[in-house]
């Protein structure tokens, strides 16, 4: 699960990067229509499907799909939003997984996590916070059987302090 990594890890559809890349004809994902109201994005932040796109790619949803360990995902859906000139991002996915240790080392993987808190059991709530230069942020991810419903909200370095208010609120609204 590297959604957020997903999201600003690539050059072509980094936040911040200087525009919001725009989805080429034919790859806008066919894997299943995003889940209506994952999450609610705060007043005034933008949708950013290429942010959303970059995501499902790197979760293995996209063009890329077929290798490893992610092709077993199967259909991934997603959304994203931002408020760009703050460095504000949240990227929402669902996806199939059934284990919150493996989800975590996966993140663990490619990124620094914090402040982490498993569920007791198979199922329940993963939540951390992780910190990837330029970028930090945190995550709520809602195990259910076989399905996980994730959430990411993230900044840089232009506004952390109004950033982490809202992504408060955004994690707040994980449905």
């Known amino acids: 699960m590297l959604l957020a990594v997903a999201a600003c890890g690539s050059s072509a559809a980094a936040p911040g990067a200087g525009s919001d890349v725009p989805v080429p004809p034919g790859v806008t994902p066919p894997f299943m229509p995003p889940k209506a109201a994952i999450a609610t994005p705060p007043a005034g932040w933008i949708a950013m499907p290429s942010v959303a796109s970059a995501a499902i790619e790197a ?9 490893g360990a992610a092709a077993a995902r199967g259909a991934i859906a997603g ?3 931002g408020e760009p000139a703050m460095g504000c991002y949240a990227v929402a996915v669902g996806f199939a997984a059934h284990d919150a ?3 975590l080392a996966d993140v663990k ?5 914090r402040d982490v808190v498993e569920p007791p059991a198979q199922g329940g709530v993963l939540a951390f916070a992780f910190d990837k230069a330029p970028w930090q942020g945190r995550v709520r991810a809602v195990i259910a059987t076989g399905e996980v419903t994730a959430l990411a909200c993230f900044w840089n370095d232009r506004e952390p302090a109004a950033c982490e208010a809202a992504c408060v609120g955004v ?5």
Do not use: I, Y
């Open 59 to 67: 979760l293995g949803g996209g063009p890329a799909a077929g290798k």
């Open 79 to 81: 959304d994203a939003w």
């Open 101 to 103: 240790k493996a989800l």
């Open 109 to 113: 993987a490619a990124v620094s996590v």
């Open 171 to 175: 994690l707040g609204s994980l449905k």
